[in-house]
């Protein structure tokens, strides 16, 4: 038998609910039909180099922000919570000043239960996961600190 102490397991989930990451990718690939759809019209106008500019970097965004809500991951591991995103949000517990779940149960398979996560010099992030628990885990492991740290010596 091993004398080692359990670690903590951590929690992991995608950051939106598989409807919503179904839903993103049928509307990047019906933008992208649309857009071979309207080719031959779109190559009888006379195009401007910036306006070519601003719809390549808006087909870009559609893509990028798609990509990042069908890949997106949310894990809680310890006392951090992280979700991979555009750029990696990463929070510890102990830096955490106030939270506020959002999560309507009913409206979940559209809507994913999200954590405001307001840090001790001001600083707001949003956290998005599937799994709700996962949330609510990072809010009682923020819980714990606060009890820790009022409780007498």
Known sequence: MSDA?????????????????????????DLIGFGLWSLPSLRSVDWSTS??????????????????????????????????????????????????????????????PRLLVRRRNGAVTWFHSADARLLTGFAERVAERIAMKKAPP
């Open 5 to 29: 102490v359990d670690a903590p397991v951590a929690l992991e989930s995608p950051a939106y609910p598989p409807f919503v990451r179904t839903l993103a990718v049928v509307l990047v690939i």
């Open 51 to 112: 306006s070519l500019l601003v719809l390549g970097v808006a087909a870009l965004c559609i893509l990028w922000v798609g990509y990042w809500i069908v890949y997106s991951r949310t894990r809680l591991e310890g006392d951090v919570l992280t979700q991979t995103w555009l750029w990696t949000k990463r929070e510890h517990a102990a830096d955490v000043a106030q939270l506020k779940l959002v999560h309507w149960r009913w409206l979940e398979r559209v809507i994913a």
